[in-house]
């Protein structure tokens, strides 16, 4: 009888793990590639660990004024730290 709890209670645990991985992955679209140029709005910086406003990685045909370093999905990055620059962009491909 302990047994067959147990069993139902670790299926009902990896149900309810799987399932709020799935709903988290479907909303958090914060790092999704950007296809957009610079000059873009306000709403693609965010707030760096320094307490600095950091413009979000974007794709241009040149490095922009300010980018820290190539992506290997061809995006550039304005990062303040080598830490996590280009993580969701198939990482560094270049420093700047």
Known sequence: MLNRFRMIALAGACLALTAGS????????????????????????????SGNRVHRPIRAARAPAGASAQCRDG??????????????????????
């Open 75 to 96: 995006s550039w990055s304005f990062s303040e730290n080598r830490r996590g620059t280009c993580s969701h962009h198939g990482g560094v491909a270049r420093w700047l």
């Open 22 to 49: 799935a709903a988290d992955a479907r909303r958090d679209t914060r790092h999704a590639p950007q296809s957009r140029t610079y000059g873009s709005s306000s709403d693609e910086y965010y707030t760096a660990r």
